[in-house]
């Protein structure tokens, strides 16, 4: 019996191919960015590993005839067409945990840095300016923090706040019975009355493109300070800039812009438009270019724990007597 071919179309760690040829995979690499060349030689392989570089559509799940396993590095799934790719009986896995504690800890770090105007402050000691008291900070201890999306970044970041003294509220839509004595299990219209804070720990799909939007925003009774580490069209960012110069939201830390390029490498517009421009001038936005999840740890999570989902769901579904434990 042949042995199962795996297409790796984007980079990992080596731990990726070096634990699955352990196993017994084939490992080959696919380093162009044609989707025609793709489209030639996809149909010999049965598992194809992916992070951002292509959007997996219809065209391209039918072009993979033998495709039996789509494994994602990292969490979001936007890039492949999943419903269709379940309709052809091909098994999508991703490896979520591998960089929910470095999303939870670059969230933390971004809300310390806005309240304590961390980074303003820096630029200007560097340029020679001591401002104590127009830098003077607000305290996390008995604020509100609103956490959408209780996955696992979402509760990895509950759990680094705990220590804050804090009162932290999580909704989630597809979630229950997720409450415990640091974490109270709310609503929106708890998250719209209550939240000081509010970070977004969401997928993107056709529910949470531009959930931050303008009815949204006005739905909150108090100003707050915004946090996205999901995925840029999460937030409406001409909307967010209304908000900002309105003073509803009266801070915004984002490591997503929903101007980033398909792969995440950069930014898809070649000039900067207007909202951009005014975030980017805003001593009150802190911005970060997709790297929350980017430690040298998580790194080697996401493939570690990808490995461990694909030999499991191989040896259970197909029970190829090449591959070892």
Sequence with gaps: MSKTKILFIDTTHPILPEKLEKAGFICHHFNSKSIDELKLIIADYQVLIIRS????????????????????????MENIDIGYAESKNITCLNSPEGNRDAVAEHALGMLLSL?????????????????????????????????????????????????????IL???????????????????????????????????????????????????????????????????????????????INAAALDVLEYEAVSFED??????????????????VLLSPHIAGWTHESNIMLSDVLATKIKNHWKKNYQKPNLQN
């Design 53 to 76: 570089k292509f959007y997996l559509d219809k065209s391209l799940i039918n072009a993979a005839t033998s495709l039996k396993l789509i494994g994602r590095v990292g969490s979001g």
């Design 115 to 167: 309240t304590n105007n961390l980074n303003r402050a820096d630029r200007q000691v560097r340029q020679g300016q001591w401002k104590r008291e127009t830098n003077r900070g607000i305290s996390i201890q008995e604020r509100t923090i609103g956490i959408i999306g209780f996955g696992n970044t979402g509760s990895a970041f509950a759990q680094r706040l705990q220590g804050f003294n804090c009162t």
């Design 170 to 248: 999580a909704y989630d839509k597809y979630k229950s019975g997720f409450g415990n004595k640091f974490v109270i299990e709310a609503g929106l219209e708890e998250i719209f009355s209550q939240s000081d804070v509010v970070s977004f720990h969401v997928p993107l799909n056709n529910e949470t493109r531009y959930m931050l939007c303008e009815p949204f925003i006005a739905s909150f009774k108090k100003d707050f300070l915004l946090i996205n580490t999901s995925r840029g069209h999460v937030v409406n960012t001409s909307d967010l800039v209304v908000a900002m110069k309105s003073g509803k």
């Design 267 to 284: 930014l898809y517009v070649k000039e900067m438009p207007c909202d951009l421009k005014y975030l980017v001038k805003s001593e009150r």
